[in-house]
């Protein structure tokens, strides 16, 4: 009897679950065959993630491309269709653009969208972070370059005219500038006004000459230069390290403030060397072509700080694949907590550049084997430092967005907590 009805129990069991099969409700793959899932089961972590929505504000162009055409009087935001072309004979103010192209690369329209680390959104709240389209350097460079003449009272009005729209945004004030991303990649960029932005997300070049509490790596993001040589697109010499003849090469203004009195100690020790290059130059468009012909047959390129920790030469040797000796005790580096600068560069010290002789004898005794290395490490990379409109995939404007990403945690943090602490800053009082 009773083994009778354990039989009638395990068959009714049994057309149960085949019953579940057949309308598909259990699925006993995922118990005993777990590698025959369905992928839709369980996501790839290697699944790119979504892109960051950006709200970016239509401000007139005297805040942006209107600077790059000063004869215009169009006030009107400026429209994918209109986009100007970034000026060929703009010499060393390139180097600050990255402002000219983060802005581009939101208004673009075309295909690849899917590529993209960040896509522009016409409604506000559905936006995660909030770009200010304001060309801070582009301002300084244009209107405030010499810093004493009538034309920087422009700049420092653009300043006061956008602080007054944004505090009159209420997506400014919900935040209070948190999730906002503002460029400004000179170091006199925004200068009247900077401390009263403190709280956004800032895209700077390097943090040289602001305290901690004005810019700092856990809410700014570092991007490289814009590099003003014309990138090696074809280096495929069979043997490039005998093919470059010099050793380690040189070519820029000596005269640097802070840090960059380095070069002025630098031309005195590295002077009588035959395989060195180190000349004193100015950024001309035909000393621009020297240079970019002096990096691509040299093995080592100096890259010691300028008025502020970092420079630009150092995207220029990247971008000609010529390997980094960068003499800087305080730089940060772009897109570091994904590429390691160690692959492709040397570091010295100060202290070991200044003492004569060492670095040429440590530069002299570099393994082959490992240049070519560093060489190869170049080339790989090198596209992730250029600048271009349209944006590709993994370009330089969509690493400093995936940086900007990174940041946004941390500001839904800050901005959830300031809503609540009646003392914000009580921890530092401990």
Same mark, same amino acid.
């Given at each position: 009897m009773y083994k009778k009805a354990s039989l009638s129990l395990i068959f009714v069991i049994l057309l149960l679950i085949s019953y579940s099969i057949f309308i598909g409700t $259990?699925? %006993?793959?995922?118990?005993?065959? /777990?590698?025959?899932?369905?992928?839709? $089961?369980?996501?790839?972590?290697?699944?790119? !993630?979504? /892109?960051?929505?950006?709200?970016?504000?239509?401000?007139?162009?005297?805040?942006?491309?209107? #600077?790059?055409?000063?004869? !215009?009087? *169009?006030?009107?935001?400026?429209?994918?269709?209109?986009?100007?072309?970034?000026?060929? @004979?703009?010499?060393?103010?390139?180097? +600050? !653009?990255?402002?000219?192209? #983060?802005m581009?690369?939101?208004?673009?329209?075309?295909?690849? $969208?899917?590529?993209?680390?960040?896509?522009?959104?016409?409604?506000?709240? =559905?936006?995660?972070?909030?770009?200010?389209? %304001?060309?801070s350097s582009l301002s300084f460079n244009t209107h405030g370059h010499n810093m004493t003449d009538p034309d920087t009272e422009i700049d420092r009005q653009l300043q006061i005219d956008l602080l007054k729209l944004l505090r009159q945004s209420k997506y400014w004030q919900r935040s209070g500038g948190r999730d906002h991303v503002i460029p400004m990649t000179h170091p006199n960029a925004f200068r009247f006004l900077r401390e009263q932005v403190n709280a956004s997300i800032q895209i700077v070049v390097d943090f040289g000459r602001y305290p901690r509490i004005m810019s700092n790596l856990s809410k700014d993001v570092v991007a490289p230069y814009v590099h003003v040589v014309d990138s090696f697109k074809i280096d495929d010499t069979p043997d490039p390290f005998e093919s470059r003849t010099t050793l380690l090469f040189f070519r820029g203004r000596t005269y640097r403030k802070d840090e960059g009195i380095v070069r002025v100690k630098l031309a005195k020790i590295l002077s009588g060397y035959d395989d060195v290059h180190y000349e004193r130059s100015v950024a001309t468009d035909e000393n621009i072509k020297l240079s970019s012909k002096g990096m691509r047959s040299s093995k080592f390129c100096l890259n010691p700080a300028g008025d502020t920790p970092s420079s630009c030469r150092l995207f220029d040797a990247i971008v000609s +694949?010529? *390997?980094? *000796?960068?003499?800087?005790?305080?730089?940060?580096?772009?897109?570091? @907590?994904?590429?390691?600068?160690?692959? %492709? !560069?040397?570091?010295?010290?100060?202290?070991?550049?200044?003492?004569?002789?060492? #670095?040429? @004898?440590?530069?002299? &005794?570099?393994?082959?084997?490992?240049?070519?290395?560093?060489?190869?490490?170049? &080339?790989?990379?090198?596209?992730?430092?250029?600048?271009?409109?349209? /944006? &590709?995939?993994?370009?330089?404007?969509?690493? =400093?967005?995936?940086?900007?990403?990174? &940041?946004?945690?941390?500001?839904?943090?800050?901005?959830?907590r300031s809503r609540r602490l009646k003392v914000p800053d009580w921890w530092r009082r401990r």
């Open positions: $259990v699925d %006993f793959r995922s118990y005993f065959f /777990p590698l025959l899932q369905s992928p839709t $089961v369980t996501p790839s972590l290697c699944a790119p !993630s979504s /892109p960051v929505r950006v709200y970016m504000y239509d401000l007139p162009r005297r805040f942006n491309v209107g #600077m790059l055409n000063r004869r !215009s009087q *169009v006030e009107t935001p400026v429209t994918a269709p209109a986009w100007p072309r970034w000026p060929k @004979n703009s010499g060393l103010k390139r180097q +600050h !653009s990255v402002e000219f192209w #983060m581009g690369s939101l208004l673009y329209e075309g295909d690849g $969208v899917e590529e993209r680390e960040a896509v522009r959104v016409s409604d506000p709240e =559905l936006a995660d972070a909030f770009f200010v389209p %304001f060309f +694949h010529c *390997v980094p *000796v960068i003499i800087s005790d305080q730089i940060e580096l772009p897109f570091e @907590n994904e590429i390691d600068y160690s692959q %492709f !560069s040397i570091f010295f010290s100060f202290k070991e550049a200044l003492e004569p002789g060492y #670095m040429v @004898n440590q530069l002299r &005794k570099f393994p082959k084997e490992r240049w070519i290395e560093m060489w190869k490490r170049l &080339k790989e990379i090198s596209h992730h430092y250029e600048f271009q409109y349209p /944006p &590709k995939k993994e370009d330089a404007v969509n690493m =400093l967005w995936r940086q900007v990403k990174h &940041k946004l945690p941390g500001v839904k943090l800050a901005v959830h």
